[in-house]
């Protein structure tokens, strides 16, 4: 059974970092992409950061050039650190795995920069 687990979320001040990790079980992790979502009070969830298989990483314009998206294959675990934060990256960040047809999500963990 696939599980995934977020952590590292918190309160922070504007221009602060954090580094969030999502920690798989349950599949061949090496193999698969993890990513990055989050979404803010009443809005979409929205695509944050990508990293494949060969380590190949994908961000979204806002984020680009503040986070940085890693992966350790030998613990399981997909990073985020997220540096420069601003109050518009408040939200619940979910990792995410598709396997085939199947999407896997994580619990979320909260994040919440103050201005």
């Known amino acids: 059974q696939v599980q995934l687990v977020e952590s590292g979320g918190g309160l922070v001040q504007a221009g602060g970092s954090l580094t969030l990790s999502c920690a798989a079980s349950?599949?061949?992790?090496?193999?698969?992409?993890v990513t990055w979502y989050r979404q803010a009070p009443g809005e979409q969830r929205e695509f944050v950061a990508v990293?494949?298989?060969?380590?190949?990483?994908h961000y979204a314009d806002s984020v680009k050039g503040r986070f940085t998206i890693s992966r350790d294959n030998a613990k399981n675990t997909v990073y985020l650190q997220m540096n420069g934060l601003k109050p518009e990256d408040t939200g619940v960040y979910y990792c995410?795995?598709?396997?085939?047809?199947?999407?896997?999500w994580g619990q979320g963990t909260q994040v919440t920069v103050s201005s």
């Open positions: 990293i494949t298989s060969t380590t190949l990483r």
């Open positions: 349950g599949m061949i992790f090496s193999l698969n992409a």
């Open positions: 995410n795995v598709n396997i085939g047809s199947n999407g896997y």
